[in-house]
């Protein structure tokens, strides 16, 4: 089955600075990759998605890269703000989503 | 406003106890999901069901049974609840095929 790793576990940044989280996957027919953003006592939210028809996507701060070739895609996040620090999970799936493999989680702190 | 909503935020259950985790969606979604959620381990899946009366083991369904009898209702059960399974867990819905899965909050489980 799909297996998706995620990196890095923890990662600080100054407010203003990028932030860059890569998850690579397994299964070659994964074609659905979102990333999900989890606040303290919170369910995990989706904050942007990729299908594989497509390269790269764009949300206002939030980018999305996929290479499908290499079995992965990387989140990130530009102009860092206090309010990004969470957790981020990546997943991927086979079937746009009926399924979905989560990484293992990136705890992402925003230093002002 | 869309929403998953678990019956409990915090439950506290003896070892050797029946337990079960409620799940109740409002957007007609035909998939939902019992996840599991373990610092360093990310969101491993349990059960998930894409039908009423339908169900599928995840990666993890040792322990565990699920129940849905109706369409927005899906159930979690613990048949002999042991400490190895004090987690918090999440409980998501989709469409079929329409990506996004809308989780609940969490239901954090101490067995003692």
């Known amino acids: 089955g799909e297996n998706v790793e995620q990196h890095p576990s923890t990662l600080s940044v100054q407010e203003g600075d990028s932030a860059v989280i890569k998850c690579t996957y397994s299964d070659s027919a994964s074609n659905y990759f979102p990333w999900y953003k989890q606040e303290l006592g919170k369910g995990p939210q989706l904050i942007i998605d990729i299908r594989s028809n497509v390269g790269e996507k764009k949300d206002q701060r939030i980018a999305v890269t996929l290479n499908k070739t290499a079995k992965h895609f990387s989140l990130h996040i530009t102009e860092t703000q206090p309010e990004d620090s969470a957790v981020y999970f990546c997943?991927?799936?086979?079937?746009?989503?009926?399924?979905?493999?989560f990484g293992a989680g990136t705890i992402l702190r925003v230093k002002s | 406003d869309v929403k998953v909503t678990q019956s409990s935020r915090y439950l506290v259950k003896r070892t050797g106890e029946k337990v079960f985790l409620e799940c109740v969606q409002d957007m007609d979604h035909e998939n939902m999901f019992w996840y599991r959620q373990d610092p360093g381990l990310g969101l491993r899946l349990i059960y998930f069901s894409y039908d009423v009366k339908m169900k599928e083991k995840g990666d993890i369904p040792e322990g565990y049974s699920v129940s849905r009898e109706k369409k927005e209702r899906f159930s979690l059960i613990l048949e002999s609840a042991s400490t190895n399974q004090t987690s918090m867990y999440l409980c998501?819905?989709?469409?079929?095929?329409?990506?996004?899965?809308?989780f609940g909050q969490g239901t954090r489980l101490t067995v003692v």
């Open positions: 997943a991927a799936s086979t079937e746009y989503g009926n399924k979905l493999v």
């Open positions: 998501a819905s989709n469409g079929q095929g329409r990506g996004e899965a809308f």
